[in-house]
């Protein structure tokens, strides 16, 4: 293994079935802090992620802080006790290396023959990465495929997840299913309360009223009500996913079901007198409201800062005519009913002029737009100076080299060291150089870049206002998507005054409250 700088990152990583397999976070650090100080390497920071999946890269802080790091040129190589530490996936951790890559980083592996700074150590490293993608796979279709049996066969595989039911492993006896009664007299009153002709909004507003949660002990949504109500568990069947394949490749999956060995909680006769209203009642609605809502889950409910969610009535005149009204409101209150949160309804043509009045401010306005700009070019003056520091660590290498070339000449001059020692320290020193050479030339260009990145308040001025002026014009998909490109939320004070909203940005424009 070959670290190039002594400046290392040391990068561990445990999930909670790895723990089992003896990965332990202690013994990762215990054998990469002994390497470090073997090789008398400093650590800059040790990235630790406790009881998290190699799947993704994505849901790991310790990962995505390492490689914001890298990317401000922090340390100079990482090292991980197995290259699977890093990643799983593929996908994930050739991206990771690519990283690497740009900002020069080597990525070493204690347990095995990798070192990325060379052509062979980064084809080895993609190798590696596709063996540990692969051998994930294949736990993942070998768990799917046990599960498939063993619900083909009639058994449970839904674990607790199911209310009225709990799985039971207890003692010796095999894991198996039983009913919980309390939960099961509330599936019951469920179905009854839909037979006899309450909505799914009435049952869950009574639900939540009355104090019930779901088996997560969360309050009941529209949508968990109509879930307990087609569920198939409870005249007790099991329904499982098949995937079949054809030739090899993947086909569509498709659904059975089968008898399960587990106690029913709805007869049949209620479980199709449901069914045959479920039917019934969720006939889409005959006619379509043309309209396009672009603050639909921008804007949030003045009372519990939820989600608003389009909403309509209908004004009949005397002359006959009807009015369409548009609102939004809490969708915490569609969902979950009044015992949640009320409607809290608010104009949407008021409210929408207000917030696009706000945003064409914000694309216009001196004082928030070089807000904008001095962010950005503090965030380039920030990445430019450790680039600055590294080309300056290069140079001064560059110069030492240069003398212990000088040194050879006058060692081979003075019988010191024969012709083939100075040929081939000579060789070496040239070598090193050629590195340091590319070294400084790419950081060089990064720094050009960032240079040609620092942005003027008149250049994004002129590019805004070309926004905004097209902006009516573009198709309301479109335009609602470029909103949330710049907007993260519209929050509505108490009052529901739409004069008073505060408008919260996206990363786009550095977060800025308008």
């Not at 049949?268 to 969720?282: A, D, G, H, I």
């Not at 043509?349 to 700009?373: A, D, G, Y």
Request: charge should be positive; include cysteine; charged fraction near 20%.
């Amino acid at each position: 293994m070959i670290v190039i700088n002594n400046s290392i990152a040391i990068y561990v990583r445990v999930s909670s079935e790895d723990q089992l397999k003896g990965y332990s976070i202690p013994g990762q650090l215990e054998e990469l802090r002994a390497y470090a100080a073997e090789h008398n390497l400093s650590i800059y920071h040790e990235y630790v992620d406790d009881g998290y999946s190699g799947k993704s890269i994505d849901g790991r802080p310790a990962m995505l802080e390492l490689l914001a790091d890298a990317e401000r040129g922090r340390f100079q190589t990482i090292i991980t006790w197995k290259l699977n530490r890093l990643a799983r996936n593929l996908a994930d951790q050739l991206k990771m290396l690519e990283i690497f890559k740009q900002h020069n980083i080597g990525c070493v592996s204690l347990t095995e023959p990798l070192e990325t700074n060379s052509a062979q150590g980064y084809f080895t490293a993609q190798m590696l990465g596709a063996i540990a993608q692969m051998e994930r796979e294949q736990i993942a279709q070998n768990t799917r495929l046990g599960m498939q049996k063993r619900s083909a066969e009639g058994n449970w595989n839904s674990g607790n997840n199911v209310l009225g039911y709990e799985w039971v492993t207890e003692g010796d006896a095999e894991p198996h299913v039983r009913m919980v009664p309390h939960e099961a007299n509330l599936v019951q009153m469920i179905f009854e309360q839909y037979r006899v002709g309450k909505g799914l909004k009435a049952i869950t507003s009574h639900l939540n009223g009355a104090g019930y949660t779901t088996k997560r002990n969360k309050p009941f949504s529209i949508a968990a009500v109509r879930g307990i109500l087609t569920n198939v568990n409870y005249i007790g069947q099991i329904q499982y996913t098949v995937h079949e394949k054809f030739n090899g490749a993947s086909s569509d999956r498709s659904k059975q079901v089968v008898q399960g060995t587990h106690e029913p909680i709805i007869s049949m006769e209620v479980w199709k007198e449901v069914q045959t209203l479920l039917n019934q009642r969720s006939r889409p609605p005959t006619k379509q409201i043309n309209r396009h809502y672009p603050l639909a889950g921008l804007l949030k409910c003045p009372v519990c800062e939820y989600s608003m969610v389009p909403a309509h009535t209908k004004a009949y005149r005397k002359n006959g005519s009807v009015h369409m009204n548009h609102y939004y409101v809490c969708g915490n209150y569609t969902n979950k009913g009044s015992t949640a949160c009320k409607a809290n309804a608010i104009p949407a043509s008021p409210v929408e002029n207000e917030t696009l009045s706000r945003f064409q401010n914000m694309l216009t306005n001196k004082r928030l737009l070089n807000e904008i700009v001095s962010r950005i070019n503090r965030r380039s003056k920030e990445a430019e100076a450790p680039l600055r520091e590294q080309l300056t660590q290069a140079t001064m290498k560059l110069k030492k080299l240069e003398k212990q070339q000088r040194h050879c000449y006058e060692q081979f001059e003075s019988k010191c060291i024969e012709l083939t020692d100075l040929v081939e320290q000579l060789e070496s020193l040239r070598q090193a150089t050629l590195a340091l050479n590319e070294n400084k030339h790419q950081l060089e260009s990064k720094l050009a870049e960032i240079n040609n990145s620092t942005v003027s308040l008149k250049e994004v001025r002129s590019a805004m206002k070309k926004l905004f002026k097209s902006f009516h014009t573009i198709e309301a998909g479109k335009r609602n998507a470029l909103l949330r490109g710049f907007i993260q939320s519209v929050q509505v004070p108490p009052n529901r005054d739409v004069t008073g909203i505060h408008i919260q940005g996206t990363a786009a424009i550095k977060h800025l409250t308008i």
